[in-house]
């Protein structure tokens, strides 16, 4: 099956802790981003890549770091420097033509850190 | 920088009510709106929206732009249970390949 896949569900990690949450499609598509989503608000961008070994700051990436050294690959590093990183993590992908501004999200990761 | 804004935060009704979901934007170089229904996960995809004027359509739910006014409407009628979600808004611009969000409007329909 097609998809993008989010892994773990649920993640806790102590303070202080750097954490890596995935993100892997199988779409084919070449755009990929990173949301964080806190409770009752929407989504905010934190990072996106268009293409392999590239990739941009999206509205909030401070404390964070990527990686796009595969197309179908996207991980996410929450680093012991974002200051309130408690939140629920999105992926999503889209492909770069046809209906393009239509992204695919994945699953999410819930991210609890105390 | 993009702003999207959406009202209400929340909304409760009962099923068979027909609601109207806002959604008013700031954008540079506007060229899509998109509206999605997420539950307890991922957001799902509902609409794309890039003229005025023009109502989509699926089922029970439509929405429509106006360019002119900066903002679109979700219409959702004879509402669900099944429709209780978050309904986020989302505008793209021509510049880049980002998507702009709203804050979302949680909406619950009770039986």
């Known amino acids: 099956d097609g998809g993008i896949t989010q892994s773990p569900k649920y993640l806790f990690r102590k303070e202080g802790q750097n954490v890596t949450l995935s993100c892997e499609q199988n779409l084919n598509h070449d755009a990929m981003y990173w949301y964080r989503q806190d409770p009752g608000q929407g989504l905010r961008l934190i990072y996106y890549s268009q293409i392999v070994n590239d990739f941009q700051k999206g509205d909030i990436a401070e404390g964070y770091s990527v990686s796009r050294e595969k197309k179908e690959s996207f991980p996410l590093t929450v680093t012991s420097a974002q200051k309130n990183p408690t939140a629920f993590y999105l992926c999503a992908s889209r492909p770069t033509s046809g209906r393009e501004y239509e992204q695919y999200f994945g699953p999410g990761t819930r991210l609890t850190v105390t | 920088e993009d702003k999207v804004v959406q009202s209400p935060l929340s909304l409760v009704v009962h099923e068979g009510d027909t609601v109207t979901l806002n959604c008013s934007y700031e954008v540079t170089n506007f060229r899509s709106l998109l509206w999605y229904k997420q539950e307890k996960k991922a957001p799902t995809f509902l609409f794309m929206l890039?003229?005025?004027?023009i109502e989509k359509k699926s089922g029970r739910l439509s929405s429509i732009l106006d360019k002119k006014e900066l903002f679109s409407i979700l219409n959702i009628t004879a509402t669900q249970t099944g429709d209780s979600a978050v309904y986020l808004c989302a505008v793209n611009n021509n510049a880049g390949n980002m998507l702009t969000f709203g804050g979302g409007t949680r909406l619950m329909v009770k039986p």
């Open positions: 890039t003229s005025s004027g």
